[in-house]
């Protein structure tokens, strides 16, 4: 079933997620349906708070940038409750967007390398490490869980060059090619 993207401006993107218990109602159906989400909006990510849920859960099918990065290739995760547990010291500046900010990108830097520990749809406990842009993403998507979103990472001049574009998506003023709900 595909789900509705939050906005830009919904409360639910600023909330720190909660740990998803063992028991969780539905979750292979929830993660079954990020899945199907965030290929029927073209993202190679997505984060449970973009989709109204403030639970610590996030999936990965990076392999559609894995001709332009190929440590994408293959890269598909579900992480449930991952905590990344070591930043490298080397950072790369490279241009990102979101499905939750439709029509902006801008260049944030992050980390080259993170260690992450998560449990997989099988709740088994993984640690891994993840480079380039595979590093990104995770970074990116796991920011959602504690109530960041990309745009915190930029400079305030270029916020304020995208502050019209975040009005209207704030607003609902745009136009997206999925489902959406602003706040």
Do not use: W
């Not at 993107?13 to 969780?24: G, H, I, M, Q, S």
């Not at 708070?49 to 290739?73: H, M, N, S």
């Not at 979101?98 to 709740?123: F, N």
């Amino acid at each position: 079933m595909i789900l509705p993207i939050y906005l830009y401006g919904h409360p639910i993107l600023r909330k720190e997620c909660e740990t998803v218990a063992p028991d969780y109602p539905g979750l292979t159906e929830l993660i079954a349906n990020m899945y199907e989400t965030m290929y029927k909006a073209d993202g190679v990510g997505l984060a449970a708070p973009q989709v109204g849920l403030a639970i610590r859960l996030l999936v990965i099918d990076a392999d559609a940038v894995g001709d332009d990065y190929p440590e994408c290739k293959g890269f598909k995760r579900t992480m449930i409750n991952p905590d990344i547990v070591e930043f490298s010291d080397e950072e790369i500046a490279l241009e990102e967007g979101c499905l939750s900010l439709p029509g902006i990108h801008e260049k944030v830097v992050r980390a080259a390398r993170v260690r992450v520990k998560y449990e997989d749809d099988e709740r088994h406990l993984i640690e891994e490490t993840f480079q380039g842009f595979a590093a990104r993403v995770v970074q990116h998507e796991c920011e959602h869980l504690d109530g960041g979103i990309f745009i915190d990472d930029i400079p305030a001049i270029r916020r304020q060059l995208d502050k019209r574009k975040l009005n209207n998506i704030r607003k609902g003023a745009i136009n997206c090619s999925y489902k959406v709900k602003h706040a």
